[in-house]
């Protein structure tokens, strides 16, 4: 037997060992609603019984297996008394008697992806990666070919621009120092050097 020392620090109501204070608390009303019941309805009757269980069953006024098992005491009586199992309501637990991961609590069961979703959802998920991949090659590819300018080939573009400039430059004065010695022409100063007044 267990001492009351042993008890001390326990929350231990009514023959039950609670996990927490608050708890404990629950228990203890539970057991207080269960002496009222009993003081004051007097269940001599089997209607009177029945009108007790459902009425505390539908006010949900029990939290704790305290009084789910007064209940449970109602509901034996009952079917001794002649009541058949399916005239009497169930008893509602109201905590769950197995264990969930955090997750299965988070999601509901019929809003949990099958395996069937999760691999079309990967597979999904890699065909678009792909398909993204290839087009942003397309669009390196298309940028870097393009005549237009812009971030890729600008520095090519602008360096051709500036070589057939200069070589049509060249082409011209070559042309214009040709027509300068038909006509006779002589400057001793180039192109280039022209005049600072302007």
Same mark, same amino acid.
């Given at each position: 037997?267990?001492?009351?020392?042993?008890? $001390?620090? /326990?929350?231990?109501?009514?023959? =039950?060992?609670?996990?927490? @204070? #608050?708890?404990? !608390?629950?228990?203890?009303?539970?057991?207080?609603? %269960?002496?009222?019941?009993?003081?004051?309805?007097?269940?001599? /009757?089997? @209607?009177?019984?029945?009108?007790? =269980? @459902? #009425?505390? %069953?539908?006010?949900?006024?029990?939290?704790?297996?305290?009084?789910?098992?007064?209940?449970?005491?109602?509901?034996? /009586?009952?079917?001794?008394?002649?009541?058949?199992?399916?005239?009497?309501?169930?008893?509602?637990?109201? %905590?769950?008697?197995?264990?969930?991961?955090?997750?299965?609590?988070?999601?509901?069961?019929?809003? &949990?992806?099958?395996? $069937?979703?999760?691999?079309? &959802?990967?597979?999904?998920?890699?065909?678009?990666?792909?398909?993204?991949?290839?087009?942003?090659?397309?669009?390196?590819?298309?940028?870097?070919?393009?005549?237009?300018?812009?971030?890729?080939?600008?520095? &090519?573009?602008?360096?051709?621009?500036?070589?057939?400039?200069? !070589?049509?430059?060249?082409?011209?004065?070559?042309?214009?120092?040709?027509?300068?010695?038909?006509?006779?022409?002589?400057?001793? /100063?180039?192109?280039?050097?022209?005049?600072?007044? =302007?």
């Amino acid at each position: 037997m267990a001492s009351n020392e042993e008890n $001390k620090g /326990k929350c231990i109501i009514g023959g =039950y060992e609670f996990l927490t @204070e #608050k708890d404990a !608390e629950k228990g203890s009303l539970d057991l207080s609603k %269960i002496k009222v019941l009993e003081t004051r309805v007097k269940v001599s /009757k089997a @209607e009177d019984m029945l009108t007790l =269980y @459902e #009425k505390a %069953i539908q006010s949900r006024i029990f939290k704790t297996p305290l009084g789910w098992r007064y209940l449970t005491d109602l509901r034996e /009586k009952l079917l001794s008394s002649g009541y058949k199992e399916k005239d009497l309501i169930p008893i509602p637990l109201e %905590i769950p008697m197995t264990r969930q991961s955090s997750l299965e609590k988070l999601t509901p069961e019929k809003d &949990r992806p099958t395996q $069937k979703k999760v691999q079309f &959802r990967g597979i999904l998920s890699i065909v678009l990666n792909v398909v993204l991949i290839i087009v942003v090659i397309l669009m390196f590819v298309i940028a870097s070919t393009s005549e237009n300018d812009n971030i890729i080939n600008y520095k &090519r573009n602008i360096t051709n621009r500036y070589s057939a400039w200069d !070589e049509e430059l060249k082409e011209r004065e070559k042309a214009v120092r040709e027509a300068e010695k038909r006509l006779g022409i002589t400057d001793s /100063k180039g192109y280039d050097e022209g005049d600072e007044s =302007y």
